[in-house]
């Protein structure tokens, strides 16, 4: 299981620090820790699962029910066992 950890005012997972952070409604979350290309992103899901993977930004704001999360939010955002 991933470890999600405030540090200060920002989101590290397993050491790696957050720069973005999208949510849903479903209780979905998408958290970026390296943009590969412009657009596309590697970092965490918390869906049904937790995996580490790829996504797309711009998929990601094509859907109404996902939003970005305020940079002051993503500390305290996400999932925490």
Known sequence: MPKLETKGNRLEIDGKRVLKGWESFSGWYWFGVEET?????????????????????????????????????????????
């Open 37 to 81: 290309e412009p657009g596309m992103w590697f970092g965490l899901v918390q869906g049904f699962e937790e995996e580490w993977g790829y996504f797309s930004e711009a998929e990601l704001k094509s859907n109404r029910m996902i939003w970005k999360i305020k940079a002051g939010d993503l500390s305290i955002a996400g999932r925490r066992q």
